[in-house]
């Protein structure tokens, strides 16, 4: 694992700078890749959630998935430059991604009571995604969801973000990373000194602040590989150092069971920035491998899908025997995931794209109202249609 880990750092930022001419022509390209990638991050979420009774090394990591999403939303959604399309039209298109299955996925939580905590405030709360920002509703009603409704508090940002980021050096985008990468932590082991144990525990995992330092460093690696940086040779091996130690020191400690779950998230940070990058770079560089195989690419598709209904899965067949979605006997884990994923195919089918497509035609038409815009408007365009979804979350 640690050769597999140097190797992959020491790629991170290797390999030739493209041209001027070639960047344009690779600038909002959709990186497959990552798209397949998406897919192992959700597999390791609904494991971990599934298979929590046992306490399985390794397996029990995939929370650290979460912290991938969060790196990987920030990145595509500036590569695809997604916000320089305007804040009302990046806002409108973020909410018809995912506000139609937040609120399908809501709806039966209510009706299927598999977590805590389900009260009339949280439902509200849930519905306007701001359930992350308050301890007690947090994990009410779909306890995954929460994840989007830090992804809503990032989205707000990304525009002035953006703008400001852009004007960065590539120095100064080296230490952004550098300096969140750190600040993450120095965070966390204050949190844990001063707060209790549930405090500490909400701010550190739940809480969209303490997250937006992950999301801030997707966007500064998307305008690092827009500008085609190379880093010198030290740089390189620095990553490929932090990278190998931190993965390694991770699953060794993990085995022991013998370190918190917030120092596991930080310290795999490296990898997931290293993933990211050296996925992305060999897609560009015409290295296609299993992650752009067009099967898992497609289940990189349904993840959203299947990350918002796994649980609620996990927590019907938990009622059935009489246990809940984290205490499921292992022979009942594989079932259940299975079902979680033909659900999935469903919701993503028959509610996510048209519900998206709806809701983005509304926007539009209202749009094309308010500045008299005839009614055979031209199609959208081309980058729109290139990145229709810009599915980066769960």
């Not at 022509?25 to 397949?36: M, P, V």
């Not at 729109?384 to 979804?389: G, I, K, W």
């Amino acid at each position: 694992m640690p050769s597999t880990a140097s190797t992959a750092a020491a790629a991170m930022f290797d390999g030739p700078s493209s041209s001027a001419n070639r960047q344009a022509e690779t600038d909002g390209r959709r990186l497959h890749s990552l798209t397949g990638l998406r897919f192992v991050a959700a597999v390791a979420v609904a494991l971990m959630h599934g298979l929590a009774l046992y306490n399985l090394p390794i397996v029990d990591l995939g929370f650290v998935g979460v912290s991938f999403f969060f790196v990987l939303s920030g990145f595509v959604l500036t590569w695809a430059g997604a916000a320089e399309k305007g804040t009302g039209v990046f806002l409108r298109n973020r909410i018809a991604k995912l506000f139609p299955l937040s609120a399908a996925t809501l709806a039966i939580a209510a009706l299927v009571p598999v977590a805590q905590n389900s009260s009339a405030v949280s439902f509200l709360q849930s519905l306007t995604l701001t359930q992350a920002w308050w301890p007690w509703s947090a994990s009410s009603f779909n306890p995954v969801a929460w994840s989007l409704s830090a992804e809503a508090f990032f989205y707000l940002l990304l525009p002035p973000l953006v703008s400001v980021m852009r004007r960065f050096s590539t120095k100064e985008l080296v230490g952004t990373v550098i300096f969140l990468g750190v600040l993450q932590p120095v965070l966390g082991v204050a949190c844990q000194l001063t707060l209790g144990a549930q405090v500490s525990h909400f701010i550190t995992y739940n809480l969209p602040l303490y997250r937006l330092p992950e999301f801030v460093i997707g966007v500064a690696l998307a305008l690092l590989l827009k500008a085609s940086y190379v880093p010198p040779h030290s740089t390189q091996l620095s990553a490929a150092a932090f990278t190998t130690a931190g993965a390694t020191l991770t699953f060794l400690v993990d085995l022991l069971h013998s370190i918190p779950w917030w120092i596991s998230q930080t310290l795999m940070l490296p990898a997931i920035i290293t993933l990211i990058w050296t996925a992305a770079r060999r897609e560009l560089a015409g290295n296609s491998d299993f992650l752009s195989n067009p099967v898992l690419v497609r289940l990189g598709e349904l993840s959203f899908a299947f990350y918002m209904v796994h649980y609620l899965v996990l927590g019907t067949f938990g009622l059935l025997v009489g246990r809940w979605a984290q205490g499921l006997p292992w022979w009942l884990v594989p079932p259940a995931l299975l079902c979680a994923a033909a659900v999935a195919w469903v919701a993503n089918r028959f509610i996510e794209k048209p519900c998206e497509r709806a809701v983005r035609d509304i926007f539009r038409s209202r749009a094309g109202q308010q500045h008299g815009s005839p009614k055979n408007a031209l199609p959208a365009p081309a980058t729109e249609h290139a990145f229709p979804a810009l599915s980066e979350t769960p």
